[in-house]
């Protein structure tokens, strides 16, 4: 099934909601960044609540997300942009732990109890949103439930899941994010509450077949569920020659002219995409004028 996001509102528009199923986005975002079952997890989990937050948004917008926590991946930073263009990269990818007591993905492990998750916003015409608070489960999901709460006083369900096959490939991926509009009823809020505390887990739910509108389906059965939208999410790199090449311009005549001498050329990998770019003798000297 391709991977695509759908927007959403039900009990008569009191409540939004975005679902997307992301497998083949975690997939080939994991494929390149070499993650083993428990950080592709956590990798897959964050890519997908970023490419449902970049879908909020509209034109050239992007988001990006930072999780810094104490655990061994150190890091993970994904960029999401409104056009369903998501990417992502952690600095240890290989971090495979043993299921946890639940039997699931010990991601909260992986990343770490205590840090920070921050979500920065460009809106366009220097437009910048902010927000920061600190981690506090490490499974992910919980922490955005979090973010939302504290930093955009919206109250929301994120739910986010990733299965990984034993060859590590990602066998299904996804995720949904739903939230209360202003003025929501009390009677909507317990409805909701309800719904959600019952609701499978969203991975299984996907590596059964389930299409996002088929999981919004099921959330909100009786509920007044419409779908508006249905977009694209997908992994794309943002790196290119050019913009590789005004970076070794950013480090100066100095380190340039020792790149010639030494190595006669360059060699720079992206660290989101793992594309190698080979630049020339040739094209250092261009550099340099
Ligand atoms: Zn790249």
Redesign the pocket.
């Known amino acids: 099934m391709q991977d695509m996001l759908i927007k959403a509102t039900a009990f008569n528009g009191m409540v939004r909601a975005y679902a997307a199923n992301t497998t083949a986005l975690v997939g080939e975002a994991c494929e390149r960044q070499d993650t083993w079952a428990t950080s592709s997890a956590a990798l897959g989990r964050t890519l997908t609540i970023t490419g449902l937050i970049a879908a909020m948004h509209k034109g050239e917008d992007t988001v990006t997300v930072k999780i810094e926590g104490d655990g061994p991946m150190g890091a993970i930073i994904v960029d999401g942009h409104a056009n369903g263009a998501v990417?992502g990269y952690t600095p240890h990818p290989h971090i495979d732990f043993p299921l946890n007591s639940a039997g699931k993905l010990d991601v909260k492990r992986a990343v770490g109890e205590s840090g920070t998750l921050s979500v920065v916003k460009d809106l366009g015409l220097k437009d910048y949103f902010t927000g920061q608070v600190p981690l506090v489960s490490g499974e992910i999901s919980e922490d955005f439930t979090y973010y939302f709460a504290n930093s955009e006083q919206t109250p929301s369900a994120v739910a986010a899941g990733v299965i990984v096959d034993t060859d590590l490939s990602i066998k299904a991926a996804g995720g949904f994010i739903v939230q209360l509009m202003p003025g929501a009823s009390e009677e909507v809020i317990d409805q909701l509450e309800e719904k959600i505390n019952e609701f499978p887990s969203i991975s299984s739910l996907i590596e059964a077949g389930n299409s996002p509108e088929d999981i919004l389906a099921l959330l909100f059965k009786d509920a007044d569920l419409r779908v508006h939208e249905k977009a694209p999410v997908y992994f794309q790199?943002?790196?290119s020659r050019e913009k590789m090449l005004t970076a070794i311009e950013g480090l100066g005549t100095e380190e340039i002219q020792s790149m010639i001498e030494e190595d006669h050329g360059a060699e720079a990998t992206?660290?989101?995409?793992?594309?190698t770019y080979q630049v020339t003798e040739e094209e250092l000297k261009s550099l340099l004028f």
């Open positions: 990417r790199c943002q790196c992206c660290h989101f995409c793992n594309e």
